[in-house]
């Protein structure tokens, strides 16, 4: 076996208890349709992803590895795809809730992660998907499962600072 391209799968994360959580994707700039500013009605644990801007910053060191610097940049840098892998290193989710016709996009993203993971030799889970209707939900609305446990502090701003507190440092 070659144990050079092996990913290392942390053993707490397979075995960790999962907490769920509900991301405000109001920091996808590839999705400016997300960025209404809108907040969902009477949602308990509301965590702001522009609040948190490390998923930013890995989302686009991402994207940088796949653009050459002989060529022009795209109008659109990050991806979708881009975005999830962060979300997936940064806030070390498990699992998304999504629709399924979002598969191919969520092992796209696996992809990048582990890549982005072994290249600097951190730990890396991939997250799985837990299908779900999005009928009834906002387009800005993400749920989420990670290890991090995250008490409701009061509010949007409260939540994402504290949860901000938990999320480990990634030497970047």
């Known amino acids: 076996m070659n144990t050079a391209t092996q990913t290392r799968i942390t053993p707490s994360a397979q075995t960790a208890p999962l907490h769920r959580c509900r991301l405000i994707t109001d920091g996808n700039a590839h999705r400016p349709d997300l960025c209404d500013g809108s907040l969902p009605a009477a949602q308990s644990l509301l ?4 609040l948190l801007p490390q998923i930013r910053t890995v989302a686009a060191l991402i994207a940088a590895e796949r653009h050459r610097a ?3 940049s795209p109008s ?3 991806e979708e795809a881009d ?3 962060a979300r997936i290193l940064v806030l070390g989710v498990r699992r998304f809730h999504l629709d399924i016709t979002l598969l191919p996009m969520l092992k796209t993203a696996n992809r990048r992660a582990q890549a982005f993971a072994r290249a600097r030799k951190l730990p890396f889970t991939p997250a799985e998907m837990h299908m779900s209707l999005h009928a009834g939900r906002p387009a800005n609305l993400l749920i989420i499962e990670t290890e991090h446990e995250m008490p409701e502090c009061g509010g949007i701003v409260a939540n994402s600072i504290a949860f901000a507190a938990k999320l480990p440092t990634l030497p970047l």
């Open 47 to 50: 965590v702001s992803e522009a």
């Open 70 to 72: 002989d060529s022009r």
């Open 76 to 78: 659109v840098f990050t």
């Open 83 to 85: 975005f999830f892998a």
